[in-house]
């Protein structure tokens, strides 16, 4: 069941890119963008015409709104209120208006499902749109576009310029809280696009999906939003006089676990155009920051305790070997098309850059600079905690009222 159609990509194609995207604190895909779609000619048999012109009026919404969001989305903007971009809420909201009334096309075996030519522009992939005749590829690209607008909304909540602007330190914990809320929720999305929606997607459609609904995308992605909004917790417990080295070693270490199972599902992906390379490198970035402060933390509980001058030593050598590693991983993701800024350093980074120089220069061994492998071998094991945050639960919402009243009639679908 269901039809695939996958345009190449061409010069002067309707895929734009930006070739700077400014500041990035959290990483954000390119938007897919929904192509125009004429819902009157397959459905004009079956549904009733106020049914199929909500449809198209809803989708058409979304289609003009994202075509304009699509250039902006990493990008701060004058009319940002405390919880993020006002436009993207806009977008966000007609995303989950248009939804119920979508669900209509796949409830209860609505032979309806596979009448319609969904098309959707990528961005990870190298094919340029994706046309799919299954209204369940539909429902995965909303909820995939409603995640991507979340983890903008999140970048900028988190964009370092508002915290410079004369913030008091409370509206600052409010940003940090709300971006823990927003990563929990994108979480949520992708995570039952992973385990429900998919499956209802024919195997061979699900083999020719574009790598940006590719189920390791989807998962990297969702481990993302974890990995990150476990940064933030880790950043409040560094600047907490009550969070205890313990507590700020867990979080970093279920950091490292977040980041590591996000780039083992990503990091065999042909991701090797702009967007999705940029994915790549930022999810391996994060993973050697993640490694460093770890390892810094855990040497200064090795210290500590009664564990030997050397083992404590060897996990502060680690951390600055990944320290240097990040950086250097930090700006290769940052030249790649398209190019990015690194804020000023804060939260978790900005402990990291400070302290990990500082406390380590005193007491590592003397390694030859050639040697910067054998010092992660010898490194001690990190503690393996499990890991806290957990994905929100969702659940599609109620298939619009309308559909009740408006009876699908009983016409034998063309062939």
Not at 78 to 86: E, I, L, V
Not at 166 to 171: D, F, K, L, N
Request: aromatic share 6%; proline share 6%.
């Amino acid at each position: 069941m269901g039809c695939l159609l996958s345009t190449p990509e061409v010069a002067g194609g309707a895929r734009r890119r930006p070739r700077n995207i400014g500041e990035v604190v959290v990483f954000v895909p390119g938007l897919r963008i929904p192509r125009p779609l004429d819902f009157a000619q397959p459905l004009a048999d079956g549904l009733s015409k106020s049914l199929v012109e909500r449809l198209s009026a809803l989708r058409t919404r979304i289609e003009v709104m994202a075509g304009q969001e699509a250039p902006m989305t990493t990008k701060p903007r004058r009319t940002a209120t405390q919880h993020g971009g006002s436009t993207l809420t806009d977008l966000q909201q007609a995303l989950e208006d248009y939804l119920p009334v979508l669900l209509g096309l796949v409830e209860n075996g609505n032979w309806l499902k596979h009448n319609l030519r969904f098309c959707w522009i990528n961005q990870e992939d190298d094919v340029e749109e994706t046309t799919m005749l299954d209204s369940w590829y539909e429902v995965l690209s909303v909820l995939h576009l409603m995640a991507v607008l979340l983890l903008s909304q999140a970048n900028l909540l988190l964009l370092p310029n508002k915290f410079t602007s004369g913030y008091q330190s409370t509206a600052l914990e409010d940003c940090k809280l709300a971006s823990i809320d927003i990563f929990l929720k994108a979480a949520g999305y992708l995570d039952f696009a992973v385990q429900k929606v998919l499956p209802q997607l024919p195997l061979e459609l699900r083999n020719d999906l574009p790598l940006d609904l590719s189920e390791g995308v989807l998962k990297a992605l969702c481990l993302q939003a974890l990995g990150q909004g476990v940064e933030i917790q880790l950043g409040m417990a560094i600047d907490s006089i009550k969070a205890t080295l313990a507590v700020k070693r867990r979080l970093a270490c279920e950091m490292v676990k977040y980041w590591h199972q996000a780039e083992e599902y990503i990091k065999d992906l042909p991701l090797a155009n702009g967007w999705g390379e940029k994915h790549k490198l930022f999810i391996q970035w994060k993973h050697i920051e993640a490694k460093a402060i770890a390892y810094y933390l855990h040497g200064l509980i090795l210290e500590e305790g009664n564990t030997s001058a050397g083992i404590a030593a060897a996990a502060l050598q680690a951390a600055e070997e990944y320290l240097k590693e990040s950086k250097m991983a930090c700006d290769s993701f940052h030249v790649t098309l398209p190019s990015s800024r690194n804020p000023p350093p804060w939260g978790a980074s900005k402990y990291l850059a400070e302290r990990i120089p500082k406390d380590t220069s005193s007491k590592t061994i003397n390694w030859d600079s050639q040697k910067h492998e054998m010092i992660k071998q010898v490194a001690p094991a990190l503690p393996d905690f499990a890991l806290s945050l957990k994905p929100d639960e969702y659940q599609l919402p109620s298939t619009d009222p309308s559909w009740n009243d408006l009876q699908v009639q009983n016409v034998v679908p063309t062939k």
